[in-house]
């Protein structure tokens, strides 16, 4: 089911028509659609039923850093699930949003011990170490507070995961991770360190996958290396399987396999681990539940496709210029006709565009666009290149809609660089 439809010729989100939107918040801005979240969650919670997970279910934490918005994570908090945070600034984000700390997991390969300690004195659930160096730090910190870390090694399982290089994480030559064939001592040497409980083994090797195969294989040494642990002595009662699932940006492309056929893989692989399985998706969540509405501002003659300059570019969706990621860019209303177009922002940049060449709904200046699939990475990832304003973000439910980002006046930006008593006179 869809909730960014055609009704009457328009696109509408849920309940709201994206030209009254536009008209009263301007463009380019994010919207998001809230029943597009829940059913994304809705239907991940009964793929992943398949499972064996203990008693409490699945720990569903939602990957802050694929939309940070507090209202989106707030939307998460309401329905139950967790967050994984790979920052303090996610990590006080979620909390501000009530998504509660034991709920909570503390990723990434660079904590600060202050991240650390700010994460121990909140209380979150687990802490995602990436190598022995961290674990030490971790122990120390935890020992100086009197505090105890719940731990998980996260494994780096050397499988290549089939995506772009730039979102891959789990090959033997990205910096995630601590090598597979040394964690069986490194878990011994963690669970001698003072104020740290090993607890569990994470893997996540990678975004936008379309292939199950990879993170079978990865879950596979997961399962092994759980069974040597407890060999070994440990007790292992958590099992981190990560993210990464992919979701449909190409219409003409095979659908990535769906939550279902993941949680299917997940139940016969894990099958008798008893732990409490967790996951961290993002991208399935948000992706398919956002877009970047955007107005063309003018069509300019090419020398063999006309160039479509819009007023989003790619401060506002950087993807595109990243990873040479495909949108779906539709017209909002549109006249029935097609052509063949380069669409642009206005970024001094040849780097700043969306599509080339490509065959898409015929538009003139003044007509409103939407990129599809824009509610992962998208806003998140925006900046203020060229001295452009910060994208705002809109929040629907079903007839409902709210701002829950204004545009910031390009005034803030400027007032918030300071001169230097040396120049102050002369300005
Ligand atoms: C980015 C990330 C995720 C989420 O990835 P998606 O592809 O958006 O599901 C999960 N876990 C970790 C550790 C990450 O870095």
Redesign the pocket.
């Given at each position: 089911m869809n909730h960014f439809e055609l009704r009457g010729g328009v696109m509408h989100v849920e309940d709201v028509s994206l030209p009254v939107l536009a008209a009263a918040v301007g463009t380019p801005v994010y919207v998001y659609s809230t029943a597009t979240i829940l059913r994304h969650i809705a239907v991940l919670r009964e793929g992943l039923r398949q499972a064996e997970s203990g008693p409490d279910g699945p720990w569903i934490a939602f990957?802050v850093?694929?939309n940070p918005n507090r209202a989106v994570l707030a939307t998460m908090a309401r329905a139950g699930l967790g967050a994984?945070v790979?920052s303090a600034g996610e990590m006080l984000r979620a909390l501000a949003a009530g998504i509660p700390a034991d709920r909570i997991v503390f990723?990434?390969v660079g904590k600060t011990a202050d991240e650390m300690a700010l994460a121990l004195t909140h209380g979150v659930g687990q802490f995602?170490v990436e190598s022995e160096p961290e674990a030490a730090t971790l122990s120390a910190v935890a020992t100086r507070l009197g505090m105890t870390a719940r731990v998980a090694y996260?494994i780096n399982p050397d499988v290549d995961a089939g995506t772009h290089a730039k979102?891959s994480?789990g090959k033997s030559d990205n910096k995630f991770g601590i090598p597979y064939d040394t964690a069986v001592a490194a878990y011994a040497r963690a669970a001698a360190l003072p104020g740290i409980r090993v607890q569990g083994v994470a893997v996540?090797i990678?975004?936008?996958?379309t292939d199950l195969k990879p993170l079978e294989a990865a879950f596979e040494r997961v399962g092994g290396l759980i069974g040597e642990l407890r060999a070994a002595g440990h007790v292992i009662v958590t099992a981190d399987l990560?993210?990464?699932?992919g979701v449909p940006y190409d219409p003409s492309h095979p659908a990535p396999p769906s939550p279902g056929d993941y949680g299917a893989m997940v139940a016969r692989v894990t099958r008798g681990w008893n732990v409490r399985l967790m996951f961290?998706?993002?991208?399935?969540i948000v992706g398919n539940a956002g877009i970047l509405l955007s107005t063309v501002v003018r069509v300019k003659e090419g020398s063999t496709s006309p160039w479509v300059i819009l007023d989003a570019a790619m401060n506002d969706l950087l993807r595109p210029s990243l990873y040479d990621a495909w949108h779906d860019i539709r017209a909002v209303a549109p006249a029935g006709e097609r052509f063949v177009a380069n669409v642009v922002g206005p970024v001094c940049e040849s780097g700043d565009t969306f599509a080339t060449a490509r065959p898409m709904d015929s538009v003139v200046e003044g007509d409103l666009v939407a990129f599809m699939t824009a509610g992962?990475?998208g806003a998140t990832m925006a900046s203020t290149y060229n001295s452009r304003a910060l994208t705002p973000e809109v929040l629907v439910d079903g007839a409902e809609w709210a701002v829950v980002r204004a545009r910031p006046p390009i005034e803030t930006l400027i007032a918030a660089d300071t001169l230097p008593p040396w120049l102050e006179e002369q300005a």
């Open positions: 990957a850093k694929a994984d790979v990723s990434g995602n996260r979102i994480t996540h990678g975004s936008q996958l990560g993210g990464g699932l961290e998706p993002g991208r399935l992962a990475y």
